[in-house]
């Protein structure tokens, strides 16, 4: 049972404008939310974040939106850069008053052209 | 962002044999650390949460036995691959929970090929 999702495997956008990566979940009681950014052989790394508690949370040219009614969230690059083309995940968490275990979906390849 | 280190980087072994893998955090203490493996082409599938001090707690169908994890220090666990086979090939990632949020700081990852 799939819990995050990221129904689009691959994404082509050209430099400068904006790249939109969509993420769905199941689980209502994922309450936090990640995205990470991966290349190959290498570990992922940690772009931005969102509470439930929020709709929107902008980091730079990083904004993440979060629609708790439809259990979507997008993370919005703008504008792209030729260096933003990796593997990105999604990932959810819920409350345990701890560090929490993080849910991955699969994963969208942007791949960013000149 | 905070440093986590993973070592070996790549490790190629014999079937049969053990291999340990260690993940540190180097710029704060983690009372809790993960571990994750990756198949080509899918998904980070956790597989077990390493709590220092205490036992792990593993995912459901991940053996504990061939999967020992020590988190014996604030900033070092440990995985090791207990009578390694072809079939544990893959990549294996860790990460630190930085402490009072909800962030994990993944390490680079250990590639690990049985033969």
């Known amino acids: 049972d799939q819990q995050v999702k990221q129904n689009s495997p691959s994404l082509s956008v050209q430099e400068g404008r904006i790249s939109i990566l969509n993420c769905d979940y199941t689980?209502?009681?994922?309450?936090?939310f990640l995205w990470y950014k991966k290349y190959p052989a290498e570990g992922p790394t940690f772009l931005i974040s969102?509470?439930?508690?929020?709709d929107k949370n902008e980091d730079g040219r990083f904004t993440v939106f979060l629609n708790k009614s439809a259990k979507h969230l997008s993370l919005h690059i703008v504008p792209s850069q030729p260096g933003d083309s990796a593997v990105y995940f999604c990932a959810a968490s819920r409350n345990t008053g701890t560090a929490s275990k993080l849910t991955f979906g699969t994963g969208t390849r942007l791949q960013v052209t000149l | 962002g905070a440093v986590v280190s993973q070592h070996p980087s790549w490790v190629i072994c014999k079937s049969g044999t053990s291999v340990k893998i260690e993940c540190r955090s180097l710029?704060?203490?983690?009372?809790?650390m993960f571990w994750y493996r990756q198949f080509p082409k899918q998904s980070l599938m956790l597989m077990a949460t390493s709590n220092e001090g205490s036992k792990a707690t593993y995912e459901q169908g991940v053996e504990k036995d061939k999967f020992l994890i020590n988190h014996a220090s604030l900033t070092l666990s440990t995985l090791t691959v207990t009578s390694a086979h072809p079939e544990d090939s893959s990549f294996y990632i860790c990460?630190?929970?930085?402490?009072?949020?909800?962030?994990?700081?993944f390490g680079p990852g250990t590639r690990l090929t049985v033969l």
């Open positions: 689980n209502s009681m994922f309450d936090y």
């Open positions: 710029d704060f203490q983690a009372t809790t």
């Open positions: 990460s630190a929970g930085r402490p009072g949020t909800r962030w994990q700081f």
């Open positions: 969102i509470s439930s508690i929020k």
